[in-house]
């Protein structure tokens, strides 16, 4: 199975569909409290479906829980390493995905440090609908986001970019809105998949 995990308590990012940008940031958590998810989730599911079979039970991880993880990267990435080490968990590359916003310089960086799979909170096809969805885009546009997406590829243990797409009704998804963004991604020669999201809605949204 898959198991989302969290990076921050709250987030700083402050997308307005999302629950948790809207209950503001806490703090960071620690590599610690990060990998003590997969172990909780992996010994409570273990326990309940296959107690005598040594077979792992989580077997993939996605960094997509509260908080933004490129802005945790000093415990995000010792976090990565456990998971992927034969002598912890032993996950695969292509089984492990940072989902970021687009923190652009730390996209760079991961690309260095430790190529896993990638998955990017777009959500709008241009830079006018995501800065009002995704402020981080006013310091990172889609542009520049797109450029570290193609030099991500060049190291990624996959040959696609996973895009996120929170669908809002009359907002971003428009028959014109899903044509620029084929567009926008056949233009900038990205291999990518789109993961389409209903959008869920909370208090005050």
């Known amino acids: 199975g898959t198991l989302c995990i969290s990076s921050q308590a709250g987030c700083a990012v402050g997308c307005r569909f999302c629950s948790t940008g809207h209950q503001g940031f806490s703090r960071n958590l620690t590599t610690g409290e990060i990998v003590a998810q997969l172990w909780h ?5 273990r326990q309940r479906l296959n107690p005598v079979s040594g077979n792992r039970v989580v077997t993939n991880v996605v960094m997509m829980g509260m908080g933004e993880p490129l802005q945790n990267y000093g415990a995000l990435l010792p976090a990565l390493r456990v998971m992927l080490d034969d002598h912890a968990y032993g996950l695969s590359r292509r089984r492990v995905t940072v989902s970021t916003s687009g923190v652009v310089p730390m996209i760079d ?21 995501r800065d009002e969805l995704v402020p981080l885009n006013r310091k990172y546009p889609i542009a520049e986001l797109l450029d570290a997406c193609r030099r991500y590829l060049e190291a990624a243990p996959r040959d696609f970019i996973t895009f996120e797409y929170c669908m809002l009704d009359g907002v971003n998804d ?23 999201i209903p959008f869920n809605p909370f208090p005050a949204s």
Do not use: I, T, Y
Not at 41 to 45: G, K, N, P
Not at 109 to 129: G, I, K, M, Q, T
């Open 41 to 45: 989730a992996e010994r409570q599911l």
């Open 109 to 129: 960086r991961l690309r260095e440090d430790c190529p896993v799979a990638l998955a990017v909170s777009l959500h709008a096809p241009d830079d006018a609908l």
């Open 174 to 196: 428009m028959p014109s809105q899903a044509h620029a963004l084929v567009r926008l991604v056949q233009g900038a020669g990205m291999p990518c998949k789109f993961n389409l």
